[in-house]
């Protein structure tokens, strides 16, 4: 047929599209063209890996004369080495409470020393006394604090009258036992040294305060922030902040919290911070728990109810808590990249305008993002909504009118062509649902058979394992589709069109459900629909030959594949090390799995049905398969062995107990002594049962001591560690003798006959880390205690009575505790006439070594060198009241 003069570019694409004159064996591309385009996206990935550990050039001493206003790492990095040097800082040891403090108070002297005349610095060291109920949900705890310590300062005009609004600055200084937290978190502590110092080198005053909490007790339920928050007068004029933690030695630190409700300061993060990482996406997975742990951000915005924003570093923790976490795993550039962004952010908010009224800028949640860490995108919540909205009606549109222009070169209507679409969505549809699904039934599988985690440090494993079966799944239902559903009235180019607007359709439904449930995510879902639907209406209007599109739509896809191959980076960085710290009952495949099938679907949705347009389609299929396979056979070998010495260790953590129960008379009725292991990770119970056995004991199961005993017997470190009961194990051992044992005197009770309720006083002297359990037995209420203000509701009750968890430290105050406890009613089982409740007091000995026991140190050096082991010594009394 003889094209006529008047026909449009488009229509002359189309025909193109359409005609009947090629074969289908020259309508189709080579079959390199796949492995071009997988070397491609293998490229991009490569290069977008190499953007994401480029860090900037980490500043000396000697470059301050030519950089005066700059963060200087080598200044920051001298800091950590004498503060990491002193070893673990435990919240109430003599390293933390005298040694770091002093280390403090002596830089922070200098900086005021050398500050500019233009500021007055304040310098001070609180000490708190106070108490803090956290609602989780099966074990809530209020928690108490004795004593313990914040280093605070700040910066405000010399002249002039004082600042009515502060800016915070927040970092902790303590660590958990047997880590000299070099990372978490003593990178930051020195970071804001540094950042103090160069702020108060400005010779302009700044229009606000700016407060610098060295925050003394976080690792304990983070008592020292709220110290801070309920305690100090300073806070009282705090109107943002900025927090910094660490769960990782070195990397990008990437900001995951802001807020909530005042996008403003995304603003200043967009326009002042020189190395922008940030996503909406990591501050939904923490804010839904995923991440096993806490920041200040929590109780500064619960407590303090102020905005502010949340900075870590997160990526490949491996090291994080554990031993290893030291000076020499801090790179210098690490330490400049955050120091870079913490200064600069800083120093625009201390002037922001913004602070004078803060009530007045509240909005709504953010979506926000950067873009390869060369800009920032954010938009409030509201913007998102209708963003989705107008952007899915648009594809939607550009979807008809390619149909439409196609309709007008067939002898298919518009209404043909839409229901053949909705059967390529079905297709597509149900290749990813496949393709998932395998996924995740290996996941269950290789749990079901104790063959998990081969991925915690052969990474890569997850692209065979996971992304391998989905691929296999979404690239064979196009292919088997176009060669099974045979359709002579479309070109094979139009064919794989309709599965390309198919995905893109579906994609639409994904964002408007996620819009719906207001789940800010959701921009992923936007980013891809944008890219397919700009380079859609391009081929639709300005393509001149029929396989021209296909550039097109390759370029489109270059931004997209980027971005989410660097989101894959951060989400695979951060939590495959976490699962090896989670919950040692759950499957850590399946989390990753779904990981594997997002990152694969937001990767490559957009070109496995470009498969079907290929000669020998299914030898790149088996190719994926053969690469399946080689994965699978490396992990059933020692390489496939999940840990490794000093860089992924296996986490253990053990107690030498000694348990003291007692009759409500007052005589033992119990004394025993043991250790007792709490889970980490899949693997702890096969090489504590070894490694018993070579010791000649066993390791069994709590078993029927969690009936017997209140919250089984144990000296847990967190009540919450209960939740692992099922998978904790216990080494029948001596008992052990320390001289800082638990001194719990009863003083006596009153009782009111008016109210009919009894108060019981006590007096506790024992180690800095401490906890009570109070469970009054069935008939009796408990009613008041010198704990808090109010009596909580209670944590997973144990056969049938409430259980009252207290969480007790004190810092540099070790005076006795004096509690008491006031019940009202009467037993009402006839066997526990005169009682009225449980009261079991533990102590934890986390950073006396000197205490272990010569049996106890043989059992620790069994472990192999790939395990990380923090072990001490631990004292339950159980008594009766």
């Not at 692209?463 to 989905?470: D, E």
């Not at 639709?540 to 931004?559: D, E, N």
């Not at 029948?732 to 009111?752: A, C, R, S, V």
Request: net charge negative.
């Amino acid at each position: 047929m003889e094209e006529s003069e008047n026909q449009t570019p488009a229509n002359n694409s189309l025909s193109l599209l359409t005609q009947k004159k090629p074969s289908k064996h020259e309508e189709q591309l080579s079959a390199w063209w796949l492995l071009a385009i997988t070397g491609a996206v293998v490229g991009i990935y490569l290069l977008v890996y190499w953007n994401w550990v480029s860090m900037p050039i980490a500043l000396r001493r000697v470059d301050e004369s030519t950089y005066p206003d700059r963060f200087i790492a080598e200044v920051a990095k001298q800091h950590l080495f004498e503060m990491s040097n002193v070893g673990p800082r435990v919240a109430g040891s003599y390293a933390n409470e005298i040694i770091t403090v002093q280390f403090l108070l002596r830089i922070i002297n200098e900086i005021i020393a050398e500050s500019n005349p233009a500021h007055r610095i304040e310098l001070e060291v609180q000490q708190a006394y106070g108490n803090m109920f956290l609602d989780y949900e099966k074990y809530p705890q209020t928690s108490v604090y004795q004593g313990i310590q914040n280093v605070v300062a700040r910066i405000v005009p010399s002249q002039g009258k004082e600042p009515d609004n502060y800016l915070m600055l927040s970092s902790h200084f303590d660590s958990v036992p047997q880590s000299p937290g070099a990372g978490d978190d003593g990178t930051m502590s020195v970071i804001m040294l540094e950042v103090l110092r160069k702020m108060s080198q400005n010779p302009h005053p700044y229009n606000h305060g700016i407060v610098f909490v060295f925050n003394g007790c976080e690792e304990n339920t983070l008592q020292g922030s709220h110290a801070f928050v309920t305690h100090h007068r300073w806070f009282d004029k705090v109107r943002t902040f900025i927090n910094m933690d660490v769960a990782a030695n070195g990397g990008r630190d990437i900001m995951f919290q802001a807020g909530p409700k005042y996008s403003f300061l995304m603003k200043y993060y967009r326009d002042n911070v020189p190395h922008p990482y940030c996503t909406a996406v990591a501050e939904e997975l923490f804010q839904a728990d995923l991440v096993p742990s806490e920041t200040d951000y929590y109780v500064y915005s619960k407590y303090g109810k102020i905005p502010g924003m949340d900075f870590a570093h997160s990526t490949w923790g491996y090291l994080y808590h554990t031993a290893y976490d030291t000076y020499d795993t801090i790179p210098n550039t690490t330490l400049q990249h955050t120091g870079d962004n913490v200064l600069a952010l800083a120093k625009a908010l201390a002037n922001a305008e913004e602070l004078y009224d803060i009530r007045e800028h509240e909005g709504s949640k953010a979506v926000f993002f950067d873009f390869l860490h060369w800009f920032l995108v954010y938009y409030p919540l509201w913007a998102s909504i209708l963003l989705n909205i107008g952007l899915s009606v648009i594809a939607l549109s550009a979807i008809i009118l390619s149909l439409w222009l196609l309709s007008r070169n067939t002898d298919l209507s518009l209404w043909q062509l839409l229901l053949q679409d909705l059967t390529a969505m079905g297709v597509v549809l149900l290749s990813i649902v496949v393709g998932a699904g395998l996924s995740l039934l290996l996941a269950v599988i290789l749990n079901a058979v104790d063959s998990t985690m081969a991925w915690f440090t052969q990474t890569w494993l997850i692209f065979g394992l996971y992304i391998c079966p989905f691929l296999i799944a979404t690239c064979s239902g196009p292919v088997l589709y176009i060669h099974i559903v045979k359709n002579n009235r479309l070109s094979l180019h139009a064919r794989v069109q309709l599965l390309l607007h198919a995905t893109c359709a579906l994609y639409v439904l994904i964002l408007i459900v996620l819009t719906g449930m207001s789940i800010r995510s959701g921009y992923l879902f936007t980013m891809a629909i944008l890219f397919y639907t700009v380079t859609t209406l391009v081929n639709a209007l300005f393509k001149r030959a029929s396989f021209y599109w296909i550039y097109v739509h390759l370029v489109g896809q270059i931004a997209p594949i980027a971005y989410f191959s660097s989101v894959s980076l951060t989400a695979f960085g951060t939590f495959i090390p976490m699962q090896g710290r989670g919950n040692a009952g759950a499957n850590p495949e399946l989390l990753i799995a779904l990981f594997a099938v997002l990152v694969g679907l937001l990767v490559t949705g957009f070109l496995t049905p470009l498969v079907a347009l290929t000669r020998k389609g299914y030898l790149f299929i088996s190719l994926i398969f053969v690469f399946f396979i080689i994965s699978i056979i490396v992990m059933v070998t020692s390489a496939g062995f999940p840990f490794r010495a000093h860089t992924s260790p296996e986490r253990f953590y053990i107690y030498h107990c000694t348990r003291e129960f007692y009759h409500q008379n007052g005589t033992l009725r119990r004394l025993e002594g043991g250790f007792y292991v709490h889970p980490q990770d899949r693997y702890t119970g096969d090489l504590i049962r070894e490694l018993a056995i070579k010791s000649s004991a066993n390791a069994v199961p709590l078993g029927d001591q969690c009936e017997k005993e209140l919250y089984c017997g144990i000296p847990f470190y967190q009540n919450s560690h209960h939740g692992q009961r099922e998978n904790g194990l216990w080494i029948k051992d001596n008992t052990f003798t320390i001289p800082e044992t638990i001194d719990l005197q009863y003083i006596g009770n009153q009782h009111d006959s008016n109210l009919s309720t009894t108060t019981f006083y006590f007096t506790v002297k024992g180690t800095d880390h401490m906890s009570f359990y109070v469970s009054p037995v069935r008939g009796v209420q408990l009613v008041d205690w010198s704990f808090s203000k109010d009596i909580p509701r209670s944590g997973l009750s144990w056969n049938g009575q409430d259980v009252h968890y207290i969480n007790f430290v004190h810092g540099i105050d070790d005076k006795p505790h004096e509690f008491y406890i006031t019940v009202q009613g009467s037993a009402s089982k006839s066997s526990e006439t005169g009682w009225n409740f449980y009261l079991n007091v533990v102590a934890q000995y986390m950073h006396h070594e000197q205490y272990r026991t010569r049996e106890f140190r043989q059992f620790i050096d069994q472990f192999p060198d790939y395990a990380h082991v923090v072990a001490y010594p631990a004292h339950l009394i159980s008594k009766i009241f």
